[in-house]
């Protein structure tokens, strides 16, 4: 054991019983998911704005959300190996039910860039169904998508992937379950980088209600989002062997065209 730093050695499965596994990640994505709802809930009351899509809305979000996330994880990471096998992408378990080797999993591959267009495809066909307006909507979905997007980390965190590069930092971790050698805790890093993104939409919304234009705190969610994932990737190991060959990690690359959105965004509602 290295003296000075963080051993982390966290069991990623909660508890197992009959084959089916509850872990850390399944548990606090749920809870990220359901405090969403809640905060949607209050953001609505506080809006004026009636509660009877709420849940119609939330319906969308968590499909778009799920099959956003898996899509993305095999489409951009590990393209080869699930197009060959397409019904492994949406069945979380291995072996066949009623057999001794079937065994619950979890999807072990989710990507936060998918899970984002997932929602922003989810939120067009909710509103071109009940006639509302994208970009009002996606404005009060601002503060949520960080919120959601910390607890996600967190189950990242006890699941020790997305690590960091190595470092020498008092604050490092060392993911005895990945390797003995200190490293910068990425997931933490990010949790806490979408939680003060949280804190700084949730104030633009209660103290702006009203008077900033459509699209402005949407605008503001993409720029701060991913500005921030595109900094914290330089902490971060690459997730598969041919980021090596990029001049930028997948996550950056893919980071950049929502940047460019929000920028988009925030110039276009300073000029109308």
């Avoid at 606090?28 to 506080?46: K, P, S, T």
């Avoid at 197009?83 to 057999?99: A, D, N, Y």
């Avoid at 601002?142 to 990242?156: D, E, K, Q, S, Y």
């Avoid at 921030?228 to 090596?244: A, D, G, P, V």
Wanted: hydrophobic content about 50%; some cysteine.
């Amino acid at each position: 054991m290295i003296p000075g730093y963080v051993h982390w050695n966290i069991d990623p499965a909660l508890f197992t019983a009959g084959g089916f596994t509850l872990r850390y990640y399944s548990l606090l994505f749920a809870v990220g998911i359901v405090c969403g709802y809640l905060l949607l809930r209050y953001i609505f009351r506080q809006e004026g704005i009636p509660l009877e899509p709420l849940d119609r809305l939330s319906g969308y979000l968590i499909v778009g959300i799920f099959a956003g996330a898996r899509l993305g994880h095999c489409l951009f990471y590990e393209p080869g190996y699930y197009l060959s096998r397409p019904l492994e992408i949406f069945l979380p378990w291995e072996g066949l039910p009623g057999t001794k080797d079937f065994h619950y999993t979890g999807f072990q591959g989710l990507a936060s860039h998918g899970g984002a267009i997932g929602i922003v495809i989810a939120v067009l066909l909710f509103c071109r169904k009940y006639k509302m307006s994208f970009l009002r909507v996606m404005d009060l979905l601002a503060p949520v998508v960080p919120l959601t997007g910390a607890f996600i980390r967190m189950g990242n965190l006890f699941n020790s992937e997305i690590i960091g590069k190595p470092s020498s930092s008092p604050l490092a971790f060392v993911f005895e379950r990945v390797d003995p050698i200190p490293r910068h805790p990425a997931q933490l890093y990010e949790a806490m980088a979408y939680g003060v993104i949280f804190g700084i939409l949730f104030f633009f919304l209660r103290r702006k209600a009203g008077h900033y234009r459509t699209g402005y705190l949407f605008g503001w969610l993409l720029a701060l989002l991913f500005i921030t994932r595109f900094l914290l990737e330089f902490f971060k190991e690459n997730q598969e062997s041919f980021e090596q060959r990029l001049p930028l990690d997948m996550g950056q690359l893919l980071s950049i065209p929502f940047v460019i959105a929000g920028l988009w965004l925030l110039v276009k509602a300073s000029r109308s």
